[in-house]
């Protein structure tokens, strides 16, 4: 009974600490476009989030009875599976974020659960229905209406604002900009958080600690919010770089209309219990926003790294946490190599990220990687947008020695 109660705090730490990525992993999706427009400074802006992240994950269980209930039979999950699961998750998330890729940290977690549970029961223990439905195709669809949602809300603000005047005009999407980060802060909230409350509700009912079918406790879905928001107010500043300068160069405009957009499918995926990535739909938000401008241009070099990341997002996942189970059934012994695996690979990481700090100092500088081939051709060919308004300060600085050489892009 003592080992059964140590490996099950053992999960529910492990779960938490899982949370904690999935907040500084996930910063991005709320608040890169409104820091890389200049409408919150760094700080402000992880700090908004990380409180609305909190509440939001009072808001439903939805999303958390579909991990505990649906995905897989939960008759036959032992806590051990679930911890090599979560190791699978983690380390994919640490990997992503050290090179700066918004990869999702649902999928991560969803392939960690099935490549465990298989490894432990076989493929029956999979709900492949429920696979389908509620994680594969929201993972296609979600971006894809994000996207276009966004991309057409961009056209119809600066077709709406072309009289307006500049400086009024940029200082209200600024403010709308900041309501509709508040708004996908509180959707990622409602949604990924969630995801940690029915991992550990599961692994409660794998224990025997709750009875089948059972909602989240109180204490889970608490813990949960709070690392999520511990994890989101440091900020993952590598990933915020990469979607709010990698991607494209946003205006206020496009900012207000990705996040829009990004937070509306969120919501409506929580309710009807998704486990949608939300880094898929803000990624694909940011890229409909960006052609949505006249000129605006997608850096597709950036773009395609960002497809391939979600990828093997699932599989990779899966693959790290079948062998986590695999070395976990061989005894105790197996179980504490992988916890020493998982922290020593995690310290790794840390230590290798300390080479290039990113932080809330840099996070809006030009990133290493230059335009690919086709962001320089589209430029070249594209005539500049006409009339826009709430042209950033950063951009008029740096184009003060040629006033009259218009760029293809805006650079915030």
Not at 87 to 92: E, F, P, R, Y
Request: hydrophobic share 50%; charged share 10%; net charge neutral.
């Amino acid at each position: 009974m003592e080992s059964f109660s140590l490996i099950l705090a053992i999960v529910v730490v492990t779960a938490l600490a899982f949370d904690f990525t999935n907040g500084f992993h996930d910063t991005a999706n709320a608040m890169a476009t409104t820091i890389s427009t200049g409408a919150l400074k760094p700080k402000v802006a992880v700090a908004m989030s990380a409180v609305l992240n909190l509440v939001g994950a009072f808001l439903s269980v939805e999303v958390a009875n579909t991990i505990s209930k649906g995905l897989v039979d939960e008759t036959g999950i032992r806590p051990e599976v679930i911890f090599a699961a979560l190791v699978g998750a983690i380390l994919w998330n640490l990997l992503t974020w050290l090179v700066g890729l918004p990869s999702s940290s649902s999928h991560a977690l969803m392939g960690g659960l099935i490549g465990a549970a298989i490894a432990s029961a076989g493929v029956g223990a999979v709900h492949g229905d429920v696979l389908v439905t509620k994680v594969l195709l929201p993972a296609i669809a979600a971006p894809l209406v994000a996207g276009i949602a966004a991309m057409l809300g961009a056209r119809l603000t600066y077709r709406l604002g072309r009289k307006a005047d500049g400086k009024a005009a940029a200082k209200g999407y600024r403010a709308g900009q900041i309501a509709s980060a508040g708004l996908v802060s509180l959707a990622h909230g409602t949604n990924d958080a969630q995801k940690t409350m029915g991992i550990i509700t599961l692994a409660l009912v794998a224990g025997g600690a709750l009875a089948p079918d059972s909602d989240p406790p109180l204490w889970v879905i608490l813990s949960a919010g709070i690392a999520i928001a511990l994890g989101t107010y440091l900020g993952g500043w590598r990933i915020i770089r990469t979607m709010g300068k990698g991607l494209t160069d946003l205006q206020p405009q496009q900012g207000f209309a990705a996040q829009t957009s990004a937070a509306t499918v969120i919501l409506a995926s929580s309710h009807l219990g998704f486990s949608l990535s939300t880094t898929h739909s803000v990624s694909g938000a940011v890229m409909g926003a960006g052609l949505g401008r006249k000129g605006g241009v997608v850096r597709w070099s950036t773009a395609t790294r960002m497809f391939v990341a979600w990828g093997l997002t699932l599989p990779a996942a899966a693959l790290v946490a079948a062998i986590a189970e695999w070395v976990c059934g061989l005894g105790d012994w197996g179980t504490a190599l992988v916890a020493v695996f998982l922290v020593a690979s995690s310290a790794a990481i840390w230590k290798i990220s300390r080479r290039e700090v990113v932080d809330h100092t840099n996070v809006v500088d030009d990133g290493p990687e230059a335009a690919g081939v086709v962001t320089q051709a589209m430029a070249a060919v594209t005539p500049p947008p006409a009339g826009v308004t709430g042209e950033p300060a950063a951009a008029v600085a740096s184009s003060a020695s040629e006033p009259k050489a218009p760029s293809a892009t805006t650079t915030v």
